[in-house]
């Protein structure tokens, strides 16, 4: 990442490991029973709510996820928030 980041940017990526080979951002934070990335995050409302760490990524680096849809891993790995690696699904 050469551009400048936001926090929020900043606060993701300093959270990940990010793999050689496949590019993938591996989240090092806490991980839920599912085995996604999980992070407590302030809301537009002020409260804090657990999210998942690929929809903050989402968020962060692409922009907002339209009702109804769920932010998924092409390249298949749960723990990956890289904002390249990440698509939209219809749930
Ligand atoms: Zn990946």
Redesign the pocket.
């Known amino acids: 990442m050469k551009q400048e980041m936001t926090a929020q940017q900043k606060q993701l990526y300093d959270s990940v490991i990010v793999l050689d080979d ?4 591996i989240w090092q934070g806490q991980v839920s029973n599912s085995g996604y990335g999980r992070l407590k995050q302030m809301q537009e409302d002020k409260t804090v709510q657990m999210v998942s760490a690929q929809s903050a990524s989402y968020r962060a680096f692409i922009g907002a996820i339209p009702d109804g849809s769920l932010v998924k ?3 298949g ?1 749960r723990l ?1 928030i ?1 904002p390249a ?1 990440l698509e939209l699904m219809k749930v």
């Open positions: 496949s590019a993938c951002w891993q092409q390249c790995n990956c890289n690696h």
